[in-house]
């Protein structure tokens, strides 16, 4: 900086001198305007191109984004709904039947659980089910095994009745030891004479039988 | 053994004559038992014993005599007398004042390097009757060492009655799916498996091995654990997702358990140690269950719970399933059952559950005139099974609240509280040879 402040006044006077030394009449010449309109017509138009095809980019992209947007949107819902369909057939397979104190007959209630299982069975031939048998406190620990060991046999040969073979359907008793209700009570001692039906394998992508 | 009998008159005599005695004249301390029953159980002293962990060794026997329910133990509060009875003139056993204690036979231990020297007086013809050393391992208040003061008390009572005693004895039990064992008198607890869903524990008769099921998601499955390494085998012989209930037969050559396939289960019976095939001992027709079974002490019948009336009975038949009848009788249409029967060891009596008014009570059965007994009224009360005396019954009860074991001596009516600690099932009570381990 000290050195530039020195040499800058230098110049300065030498470019006075030579503007002084050049002024005289000038000649009537077009000057050449049309050249200079030219080319700033031109980067101006360039700069329009430039915008313009920007803008359409960004549009594009925008529309690009809206339609992945979109059809992630419908994957989800796709997804959503195929999952609330399997949730919907787990739970129907799920559904327990429930039995009368002392008892293994199947009632009609427990029928009609178990009929709807059955299409459920028919379409998804890989699947296999585990059907435990329970009871309510009451009665004989011991004796209360071979009960929910009967209950469970019991919902099985109503479904290998209905064609589901029996070779898919495995069965076991908990007898009162998995109570799925606690207390003493009637509405308790109701809830756990059950049986209760797990999946075993093939559960994964479960079929509606409507398909 | 004839001194028994000669005792149990002399009782009598002692009781008629000491019982105004004790009710006129209580300023001495004496106090005769007439708790219950009173009359035909002899009077027992048991003086206090010398040396270190001499006052543990006759609170043991005290307590074991007094839980045995055939002795009138004549109190701690008797013994100073009956201290300086035995003190005497001259160091001479003073059995006239044991009598006036009201006392038939007088129990003296004296420790020795081994264990016990014990001798046991009788009073009425003021002589020893019997005496004999027992051995008692080291380790005092240890598990073992408790063991072995127990069979002094046993063998006390054998004496004293002719009927050996059941404190060197143990309870299976199961609490939250571990199977338990706790000494008859209630120390001891501890827990024998880690698997958390085992089930109907049994005694081999060899009081090493014991039979169990045990459950998981694939079904249930009979074990035999050896106690003293620990060692458990699964027995393979009938697969299928049901095999419950097991027992040994009182030779212990078998095991008998009910196996459920389908809807039905029957009794098989397998060897009892090692594998080999199963034989079938009851034949179900359709849907039927046979489970709970329990040996006669001869292994020549089995009795178990049926339902091929429609519903649960008690019924008994040969080992080989014929002559098959039904013990329990019920009304028609009766909704509530009886079940779980465990056979006497002197083979007279079986006991059983019967639901009265909804709540399983403990009952027993006289096998010759078919006389029925209950034994238990308050909460419900299930599962009983028989001590080797054939006269106290191991059971669960509610009546607190939770479900504990009681022992109730079948003659008297008298209970003890054997648990502490809730939530237990399906007791069994060990062989004389239950303290294998």
Redesign the interface.
């Known amino acids: 900086m000290i050195r530039y402040s020195r040499v800058a006044p230098v110049l300065l006077l030498a470019g006075m001198v030579t503007v002084g030394a050049c002024r005289r009449p000038e000649p009537e010449v077009v000057p050449p305007a049309p050249a200079i309109d030219t080319a700033a017509e031109r980067r101006a138009r360039e700069a329009a191109a430039a915008a313009a095809e920007a803008e359409r980019r960004r549009l594009e992209a925008e529309a690009a984004e809206r339609a992945r947007l979109e059809a992630e949107r419908r994957r989800a819902d796709s997804v959503a709904a195929e999952n609330r369909r399997m949730e919907s057939l787990r739970t129907t397979m799920a559904s327990a039947v429930y039995f009368d104190f002392d008892r293994s007959e199947l009632t009609s209630q427990a029928r009609a659980t178990l009929d709807q299982k059955v299409p459920i069975l028919r379409a998804n031939t890989n699947l296999r089910i585990r059907v435990a048998g329970h009871t309510d406190e009451r009665g004989s620990d011991e004796y209360n095994m071979a009960l929910g060991q009967r209950r469970a046999a019991s919902a099985r040969r109503y479904l290998v009745s209905q064609g589901i073979a029996e070779g898919r359907i495995d069965i076991v008793s908990y007898g009162e030891d998995r109570p799925a209700a606690m207390g003493s009570d009637e509405s308790a001692w109701a809830q756990n004479r059950r049986a209760e039906f797990e999946i075993v394998s093939g559960g994964d992508r479960l079929v509606s039988p409507s398909q | 053994m004839q001194t028994l009998y000669r005792w149990a008159a002399a009782a009598l005599l002692a009781a008629a004559a000491a019982a105004p005695a004790a009710a006129q004249d209580t300023t001495r301390g004496v106090r005769i038992g007439l708790t219950y029953g009173a009359g035909t159980r002899p009077g027992v002293i048991v003086l206090p014993v010398a040396g270190p962990g001499g006052d543990s060794i006759a609170a043991i026997l005290r307590r074991d005599l007094d839980y045995g329910d055939r002795v009138t133990l004549i109190g701690e509060e008797a013994t100073g007398a009956a201290e300086s009875a035995r003190a005497g003139a001259g160091g001479r056993v003073n059995y006239p004042l044991f009598g006036r204690l009201g006392a038939v036979a007088v129990v003296q231990v004296a420790q020795t390097a081994t264990g016990a020297q014990v001798t046991l007086h009788d009073v009425g013809l003021e002589r020893v009757a019997e005496q004999q050393s027992f051995p008692i391992p080291a380790g005092f208040g240890s598990p073992q060492w408790r063991m072995a003061v127990h069979g002094v008390a046993d063998e006390m009572e054998r004496w004293i009655t002719g009927v050996r005693g059941i404190a060197q004895t143990r309870v299976l039990f199961v609490r939250a799916?571990r199977v338990y064992v706790i000494d008859s008198d209630g120390a001891n607890e501890r827990p024998l498996t880690d698997e958390e869903?085992a089930?109907?524990p049994a005694w081999h008769p060899d009081g090493r091995h014991i039979a169990y099921?045990s459950?998981s998601?694939?079904?249930?499955r009979i074990h035999v654990r050896d106690l003293a390494t620990g060692q458990v085998r699964a027995v393979t012989a009938t697969p299928g997702?049901?095999n419950?209930?097991p027992i040994f037969s009182p030779d212990g050559r078998s095991l008998v358990y009910?196996h459920?396939r389908?809807?039905?289960?029957n009794l098989v019976l397998v060897p009892a140690l090692g594998q080999g095939a199963a034989r079938r001992v009851t034949v179900s027709r359709g849907?039927q269950?046979n489970?709970?079974p329990s040996f006669s002490p001869d292994g020549r019948r089995i009795a178990y719970?049926s339902?091929r009336s429609g519903?649960?009975e008690v019924y008994i038949s040969d080992i080989d399933g014929t002559n098959a009848e039904l013990l329990t009788p019920f009304a028609f249409g009766d909704?509530y059952?009886r079940?779980?029967p465990d056979w006497s060891p002197d083979g007279r009596a079986i006991a059983f559950?019967s639901q009265i008014d909804?709540r399983?009570q403990v009952m027993t059965i006289n096998l010759r005139t078919r006389a029925i007994r209950q034994h238990s009224s308050e909460g419900i009360n299930?599962?009983p099974s028989w001590a080797p005396d054939g006269r106290h019954l191991v059971f669960t009860s509610n009546r607190t609240g939770v479900k504990q074991l009681y022992v109730l001596d079948v003659e008297s009516g008298r209970v003890r509280q054997l648990t502490r600690a809730g939530g237990v099932?399906?007791p069994a009570w060990s062989p004389y040879s239950g303290t294998a381990q």
């Open positions: 799916g869903s089930s109907s099921s459950q998601d694939a079904g249930t997702p049901l419950i209930t009910a459920g389908d809807d039905e289960a849907a269950a489970v709970s719970t339902d519903h649960p909704q059952y079940s779980n559950m909804g399983f299930e599962d099932r399906l």
